[in-house]
């Protein structure tokens, strides 16, 4: 078996995949973005088991915005993986058969996706409205509810458009991927005279 990485190489690093290294908008957003959340979630999470410890109460709105923050998460998580083609699928359907099967496949995965998270824009537009409409407050703290609600729409476009990518992109089938394995009918095919 070949390594995938040219000589002099570090051979710690993994190449880009195909999906990621055909992006237009750089997946590095949501690999920050990631980052960043967690980040902030574990400076939150430590800073109120230290305010506990020490004195015997917490912080009220640690949990509030922790709650948001792992939403946040998922969303930006999610986009990364509709973009990298790493959305949960089941693997015997999406990975067998034809290269012509697996593509018609991913590109219908990727439609799906796109229609889902273009209606869930669509819907949570007026939840923000309505939010901003009757100066709704979070139950915590007491902020506008839309601080929070306002990245629901913005991050289901984000995965609306890595959808749409994907799609365009004709559907990437796992076996194009070097990065992700293939099921033995398609390396067998691959090898065939």
């Given at each position: 078996?070949?390594?995938p990485l040219s000589p002099g190489e570090n051979s710690?690093?993994?190449?880009?995949s195909e999906a990621e290294s055909k992006t237009r908008v750089p997946l590095k957003i949501e690999d920050w973005l990631t980052v960043l959340i967690m980040a902030a979630l574990a400076l939150i999470t430590f800073a109120n088991v230290l305010v506990r410890y020490f004195t015997n109460a917490s912080f009220a709105w640690t949990e509030e915005v922790s709650i948001?923050?792992?939403i946040a998460l998922s969303m930006v998580a999610g986009s990364a993986a509709v973009a990298r083609n790493?959305?949960?699928?089941?693997?015997y359907f999406a990975d067998s058969g034809p290269i012509s099967r697996q593509r018609a496949l991913?590109?219908?995965?990727?439609?799906m996706v796109a229609l889902l998270f273009a209606l869930i824009a669509a819907l949570s537009v007026r939840m923000v409205w309505d939010d901003i409409q009757y100066g709704e407050t979070s139950p915590g703290i007491g902020v506008p509810q839309w601080w929070y609600s306002i990245w629901l729409p913005i991050i289901s476009v984000a995965i609306t458009l890595r959808a749409i990518g994907l799609m365009r992109r004709k559907g990437v089938a796992a076996s194009d991927d070097p990065a992700l394995p293939t099921s033995p009918e398609v390396r067998a095919e691959e090898h065939a005279p």
């Open positions: 078996m070949t390594s710690g690093a993994t190449p880009p948001f923050l792992m790493r959305h949960i699928r089941i693997e991913a590109k219908f995965g990727a439609a």
